[in-house]
């Protein structure tokens, strides 16, 4: 099993991910940033007609933005026209999805180069309404309707996994304060401050002073949203789009001298419902999705020189690092204790602040993880680059692990 | 062949409806119309127990717009047989009593017209 011949990176782009900047914007703005940004990338040029499909994640610009049909909209607002345009929804695991599609598509023969991407416009609602929206991507009758809400979710896992591994709150908080690090190391990121000056900033207004992060994490000023996860526990609600342009190993150095190819692809279902799920402390789908990656690839977990996973809360940061075989099971919270994800760690997690601090345009973060192992692969992350990156591993899930797209990528 | 409204209908009656397959006994709560073990789409119904243990549970502080104010409120996963969940809101328990292990019982109560499953603990504390 694998692919039929053999598919690149050539470019990337994404726009800022951010709560208020695109306030003016729409959803088709913003992927027609992302993807002119993703065209300037290409190191010897490309054109439009060069482009020969495109595939868009997005989750719900029915609710967010009232315009479905996204796809077909995008293509017309770039030009793209009558060139192919598939809209792939699998809640906010869309543009992983879509990534892998473009990969098949280009594997398959039918297209040398496309455009994959995500884009979601979300603070067009209230945080109650885009909460409503969110729950739709887990089970209607059975888990929203008894008021389950998508950071429950995260948060009933949370308690299943503390009661059997003994992990802690105080583990979960080491990765909100790691990625708000690198977050404010990347520019694209919609925090770029790390949790202690956020803690100086909001203390001053209030007249409180907290001699370090985990006062204040304890403080009034980081409120429970889902016993046990708390505000810093949580991804923000995000506007934003991220584009990368795909093309046939054949074509690709045509492009550029530093493709960055795709060395192997996995995808796994589960249980809609988190309750039904064989084990409640681990995502099965990503256990998966990720060996039939490392088996196209022909490598290991120990293979991986950074890696974007989806900690849409702290709790799936350290359950995806246990899932994808970086630590054993049970002891991802440990190692995050420990800095072993951090920058300078022997494994770097979402150095581009993850989207915890990143942010979390729901159809747009699978792309976004691609765009920067694209960057890191090339040595072109700037103040957040991990030394000596030569493999990268993105981890892209669908709501609470229904759906898992994994995907690494090597120089 | 089992649907949402036959799960719905036994709940308004006050019993949670499971579906078991004739051909490799796999028990599925709510009740499915296709055996996810073995295929078979031969079930028959099966009241579910309504004891059973806390294997997860949250306390929801922003909730979704249709539970605005009953904030904050707890959810439970209850394991109910052997790998058998379902998910109920958690009643007459205290944040600090909920726990995961904690023995509860099912019932069902009406929210509005909907018929919600709940879990209560077995032994009041
Ligand atoms: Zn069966």
Request: aromatic residues 6%; proline residues 4%.
């Amino acid at each position: 099993m694998g692919l039929q011949r053999g598919v690149a990176i050539i470019g990337a782009g994404m726009t800022r991910f951010h709560h208020k900047i695109h306030a003016d914007k729409t959803g088709r703005d913003l992927f027609v940033e992302a993807a002119l940004e993703a065209m300037t990338s290409v190191d010897n040029g490309i054109e439009l007609r060069d482009i020969e499909a495109l595939f868009i994640g997005n989750f719900s610009s029915d609710s967010f933005e009232h315009q479905g049909h996204v796809a077909a909209l995008m293509a017309d607002w770039l030009g793209l026209t009558p060139k192919a345009a598939t809209r792939i929804e699998a809640a906010c695991g869309s543009s992983g999805a879509a990534l892998n599609i473009g990969v098949m598509a280009i594997a398959s023969g039918l297209y040398d180069v496309v455009m994959v991407g995500g884009v979601e416009k979300m603070r067009t609602l209230t945080t109650e309404e885009v909460t409503d929206v969110l729950a739709m991507a887990s089970d209607e009758v059975y888990e929203a309707a008894v008021g389950f809400t998508f950071p429950g979710l995260y948060a009933a896992m949370a308690t299943a996994h503390f009661h059997r591994y003994g992990s802690t709150w105080e583990q979960l908080c080491a990765v909100s304060i790691k990625n708000h690090h690198n977050g404010s190391l990347n520019p694209k990121a919609q925090f770029q401050e790390e949790v202690i000056d956020i803690a100086r900033r909001l203390g001053e207004r209030r007249g409180m002073t907290f001699k370090d992060e985990m006062e204040f994490l304890r403080s009034p000023l980081n409120p429970v949203v889902a016993y046990p996860l708390r505000l810093f526990d949580c991804c923000p609600i995000s506007d934003g789009a991220a584009v990368v342009i795909m093309a046939s190993e054949e074509v690709a150095r045509k492009f550029t001298d530093t493709p960055i190819y795709v060395r192997g692809i996995g995808q796994a279902s589960d249980t809609m419902a988190l309750h039904d799920r064989e084990d409640l402390t681990t995502i099965r789908a990503t256990r998966l999705a990720a060996q039939q990656a490392y088996r196209m690839a022909g490598i290991g977990p120990e293979d991986i020189d950074v890696a974007d996973v989806h900690d849409c809360f702290t709790i799936a940061e350290v359950v995806a690092t246990e899932d994808l075989g970086f630590f054993p099971k049970g002891e991802g919270g440990k190692a995050a204790e420990e800095g072993r994800t951090s920058l300078e760690g022997d494994k770097p997690i979402n150095p581009d602040g993850g989207l915890k601090a990143k942010g979390h345009p729901v159809g747009a973060t699978g792309a976004a993880m691609a765009c920067e192992i694209f960057k890191q692969l090339r040595g072109e992350a700037g103040k957040r680059q991990v030394r000596d990156a030569e493999v990268g591993l993105i981890h892209n899930v669908g709501a609470s692990g229904a759906t898992v797209v994994v995907q690494i990528y090597g120089r | 062949m089992f649907t949402v409204k036959d799960y719905r209908d036994a709940l308004a009656e006050g019993y949670l409806l499971a579906s078991k397959c004739r051909r490799c006994g796999a028990v599925q709560l709510p009740p499915r119309p296709i055996c996810p073990r073995c295929g078979s789409g031969d079930l028959e119904s099966l009241k579910a127990p309504k004891r059973g243990r806390v294997a997860a549970y949250t306390v929801i502080h922003v909730p979704p717009s249709r539970f605005k104010g009953e904030e904050p409120y707890a959810v439970a996963i209850v394991e109910l047989l052997e790998g058998i969940r379902v998910s109920g809101r958690m009643l007459d328990v205290s944040e600090a009593d909920l726990k995961v292990g904690l023995e509860v019982e099912a019932d069902v109560i009406k929210l509005g017209e909907e018929p919600l499953l709940c879990f209560r603990p077995l032994k009041r504390p």
